[in-house]
């Protein structure tokens, strides 16, 4: 671009955004003052400190709910192709396992006929005993099926984390049954922490009234005294209380029905007081069906928690309504009852919601107003485990990072000062440009959002270096062509054409190596691929564009004859 106005146009243009982006950086605008962007640079754990986290991943509990769907489904299968069998059902001593009990020896032949025809590489006929086969997921399935668990509860966290607002988590898997959540600046630790681990797993359930409502009581009251313990005594947590008494009443209740419990509306929590419930284990119907979920307020004023199916989701909601009328439908969140409408008739809406009840109306839109993010970000595919927490300060301590600020000032007071008794005039355009190339970088990692790790800081102190770099090299060339005689204005522009390649050769290497940290890397050595990155081309911008214009202007306009010494 020839036209030096234009060009100042675009520099006093890139400028005034650059401004408008770094200012908040260095001065605190408050809620009632205005100004372009409030963003500030997001520093990562290691500068700021943070919360660290390692979820353990019920990746087994999946497998054998998976195990349990494909006995339902084979049963069936079975079913419609005429094979004669008694029962399908997991192993007690073994829940990822399925025993096939069949009738006659013909109907074994039959069943490995169709394992081989329908699950060729899925399922594993581990051995027959008689008229008893037991079959198992091959291992490379299992596998694949953890990755895929392992992978979704990364991603279902990283959205709960985005809703939360914290910049560049570093979420990441260890092994196949863990995962590390890193969460650098986090104010509400305690928040935080209870938006990761709630599974926020929605269930449709049918309500069994096999078992009488004072005799359910009586059983639960017999386990609780047999066992020594109940929901909330010696910290025993929900979770934990549920599995148990579902354990001791195991063969007490009608099969393929457990026991959850819902929280009455004059109840503070369910410790308070709790409603027991008889339901199917599980339907075909889940919050995986889910298309959104937003609160609402209700028919008398309170918070309600609405949700609407996808079209899959429709179909089902629709047929378990038509097959079940005149029965209770449980909602159920997290294994608690949220409530349990009767099905007047088929439904085939797209929306439900979910009741809180009428207790305090800021709690209660607090709580639905979580409801609804955890239902939005996806439900877990497992239930997790916290297994470690820690509060991480700052790596190098604020001493350490003051002393390193004080390095770095120093550090680049010496260069500008190198700069301006080397190269004089030329030096005193290169440090315009080295300050401007700092400003830009900054004003860019702000508008990205970017987290700056101590990694980071590297990459940029890299950067203003291969920024001083690429200006030596233009001002070589251009003492250059002046010692052989040329004019001011012509050695600037084959200075900079001959300096171009140079320049562009370097930093284009150093793009494309950058490009590759940061696709593979994770955390700290992502963000000193940004850093770079963006370093570089900020560089290259004030190097070549910036210095040249100043040049231009000062030999165009300001008749400059003599810019450095040669």
């Avoid at 020594?228 to 354990?247: D, P, T």
């Avoid at 378990?320 to 008739?345: R, W």
């Amino acid at each position: 671009m020839e036209s030096i106005k234009a060009r100042v146009g675009i520099f006093i243009l890139s400028i005034l955004i650059g401004l408008a982006w770094v200012m908040p950086n260095f001065i605190n605008f408050g809620d009632e003052d205005w100004w372009f962007s409030k963003k500030k640079i997001v520093y990562g754990l290691d500068i700021q400190g943070g919360l660290h986290l390692v979820m353990g991943v019920d990746t087994k509990g999946v497998i054998v709910e998976k195990t349990n769907r494909l006995a339902k489904s084979l049963q069936g299968e079975l079913a419609d192709k005429k094979v004669g069998f008694e029962s399908v059902k997991s192993q007690d001593e073994d829940k990822t396992r399925l025993d096939v009990m069949l009738k006659t020896d013909a109907d074994v032949a039959s069943l490995e006929k169709y394992i081989e025809e329908f699950y060729p590489a899925t399922l594993q006929i581990l051995e027959t005993d008689g008229t008893k086969v037991t079959l198992r997921y091959y291992d490379n399935v299992v596998r694949e099926y953890k990755k895929q668990v392992i992978d979704q509860a990364i991603e279902v966290i990283r959205n709960r984390i985005d809703e939360f607002g914290v910049a560049e988590p570093s979420i990441s898997a260890q092994g196949d049954n863990r995962i590390l959540v890193q969460l650098p600046g986090i104010k509400d630790a305690q928040r935080a922490k209870e938006l990761i681990n709630r599974t926020a797993r929605l269930d449709f359930r049918i309500v069994s009234t096999e078992v009488d409502p004072e005799k359910l009581g009586q059983m639960i009251s017999d386990a609780e005294a047999a066992g020594n313990y109940g929901l909330g005594k010696e910290n025993m947590g929900y979770s934990a209380y549920v599995k148990r008494l579902n354990e001791d009443l195991a063969g007490k209740l009608p099969e393929g029905t457990v026991v959850v419990f819902q929280k009455p509306e004059s109840a503070a929590n369910l410790e308070a007081g709790k409603i027991p419930y008889v339901v199917s284990k599980d339907t075909d119907l889940g919050g995986n069906e889910l298309e959104d979920a937003h609160v609402r307020p209700g028919e008398y004023g309170e918070p309600e928690v609405i949700f609407s199916f996808n079209p899959d989701g429709r179909r089902k909601f629709s047929e378990i309504t038509e097959k079940n009328v005149n029965k209770q439908m449980a909602i159920v969140l997290d294994e608690v009852v949220q409530s349990a409408p009767v099905i007047q008739g088929k439904i085939s809406t797209s929306t439900a919601r979910i009741t809180l009840g009428g207790r305090n109306y800021q709690e209660t839109m607090n709580e639905a107003n979580f409801i609804a993010t955890a239902l939005r970000a996806g439900a877990l595919p497992a239930a997790l485990e916290q297994l470690e927490e820690r509060t991480v300060g700052p790596t190098l301590g604020a001493d350490a990072i003051n002393a390193g600020k004080k390095a770095g000032m120093v550090g680049a007071i010496l260069v500008l000062i190198f700069m301006i008794i080397y190269y004089r005039g030329l030096g005193v355009v290169a440090n315009i440009a080295l300050c401007l190339n700092v400003m830009f970088l900054l004003a860019i990692l702000t508008s990205l959002g970017a987290t700056l790790t101590l990694p980071g800081v590297a990459g940029i102190a890299l950067t203003i270096g291969m920024a001083v770099d690429a200006n030596i090299i233009i001002f070589e060339r251009i003492k250059e062509e002046l010692r052989k005689g040329a004019g001011i204005q012509a050695a600037i522009k084959d200075g900079f054409g001959n300096a171009l390649s140079a320049i562009m050769d370097a930093n284009i290497t150093t793009i494309a190596t950058s490009v590759v940290l940061m696709y593979y890397g994770t955390g700290p050595v992502r963000g000193f691929a940004v850093s770079l990155i963006i370093g570089v081309l900020t560089s290259m911008f004030t190097a070549i564009f910036v210095c040249k214009l100043i040049m231009d202007i000062m030999v165009n306009w300001m008749k400059v004859k003599k810019i450095t010494a040669v």
